[in-house]
């Protein structure tokens, strides 16, 4: 099969479509997914860079999530699964024609979404699932703002909040406003300005992607009986380097935490989240994705594609992302 192999960390010229072995056929309870699209992440250019401590080591397949055909089914999967549209969860190894992967991961794809759109989903979607309704305890009539709201987390978060008769500020680059629009968001802010954060209103929830300072500055934002749900550190990293300096001033706030008894005495809930975390204690996505069905299959969350790229190009899709010129999700197509 053809694969995008990491073939040693650095700039994107590392990354090269190669011949690998098929993987083995589908163990118990797995499935063979021949792959249609692949979701392209943060992290993915992490691993690249040799900034992810988790990732396989070079030379390396990297890639969470897919969507595609099953191909072929392991004992104990109903073999009429054979030829079934499906999304699902890859821990790496999905930026390849053919991947392996738990039959209760493989989601069944709605008709009326395509596969890149299928590919789309998993971790945007379980992520803000998970964050809103997981953890957030959304309610209807309440406020959340969503940082980095045009990015793909962003955008399947505004689709869920609004789902669930939320008020949705979202902050972006100025450039991204009129699509936050779009999506559904009643207040669009310019985070770039200086003092962006003076004479909002108070909220219920906040999404911080970005950790670092922003966390402090998102808790001062709740109101009593809210909460933050922190889940991404994009304040540390700038670009395609990560360095000590950008990072440190950020890190340091972070390190020293909240103050229980402050938040006690304010009534506000800081959320960590971390999907690898949570995957890997369930052994499954399910938990989080399962419960969107239903808004996938009736229009409610429509995954948004900012662009399908060849395997070929695999660079040119880690480059959208670390220039944040994407408004959604980057796939690879085979
Ligand atoms: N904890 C978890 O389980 C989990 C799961 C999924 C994602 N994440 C994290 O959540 C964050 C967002 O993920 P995503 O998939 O939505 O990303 P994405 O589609 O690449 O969008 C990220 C957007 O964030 C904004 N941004 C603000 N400051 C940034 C910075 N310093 N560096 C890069 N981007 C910055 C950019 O938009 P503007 O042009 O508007 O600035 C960028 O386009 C990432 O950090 C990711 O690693 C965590």
Not at 150 to 168: D, F, H, N, P
Not at 227 to 246: C, D, H, N, P, W
Not at 264 to 290: C, F, Q, Y
Not at 302 to 319: I, K, L, S, T, W
Request: glycine share 12%.
């Amino acid at each position: 099969m053809r694969a995008v192999v990491i073939t040693k960390h650095g700039d994107i010229s590392v990354l090269k479509v190669q011949e690998r072995p098929d993987p083995p056929p589908p163990s118990a309870g797995q499935v063979r997914v021949a792959v249609r699209a692949a979701g392209v992440n943060f992290a993915d250019h992490l691993a690249r860079v040799g900034l992810y401590p988790d990732a396989p080591k070079p030379p390396c397949v990297v890639g969470y999530e897919v969507s595609g055909t099953v191909e072929a089914v392991g004992d104990g999967v109903d073999p009429a699964r054979v030829g079934e549209r499906v999304f699902g969860g890859t821990r790496f190894g999905g930026y390849a024609e053919l991947v392996n992967i738990q039959a209760a991961d493989a989601i069944p794809l709605p008709e009326v979404l395509t596969f890149e759109q299928g590919a789309a989903i998993p971790v945007n979607y379980a992520t803000a699932w998970a964050a809103l309704h997981g953890y957030g305890s959304l309610r209807a009539g309440e406020r959340v703002l969503i940082h980095a709201a045009a990015g793909g987390v962003g955008i399947a978060a505004i689709q869920l909040a609004k789902a669930a008769g939320a008020e949705i500020h979202g902050t972006a680059s100025p450039a991204k406003h009129s699509r936050l629009v779009e999506f559904g968001v009643d207040r669009a802010i310019d985070y770039r300005k200086d003092g962006w954060w003076k004479g909002l209103p108070p909220y219920d929830i906040v999404l911080d992607a970005m950790g670092g300072k922003s966390l402090k500055r998102s808790y001062d934002l709740l109101r009593p009986g809210g909460r933050i749900v922190a889940y991404g550190f994009s304040a540390m990293q700038q670009g395609e380097k990560r360095s000590l300096r950008t990072a440190l001033p950020q890190l340091l706030p972070m390190l020293r935490g909240f103050n229980l008894v402050k938040q006690l005495s304010d009534s506000k809930a800081v959320i960590g989240l971390n999907m690898l975390k949570l995957w890997d204690d369930r052994g499954t996505l399910e938990p989080w994705i399962g419960p969107l069905g239903a808004a996938l299959a009736d229009g409610v969350a429509v995954p948004v594609v900012h662009e399908a790229v060849p395997f070929a190009n695999a660079g040119e899709a880690h480059r959208i992302l670390a220039a944040r010129e994407n408004v959604g999700k980057v796939v690879l197509v085979p």
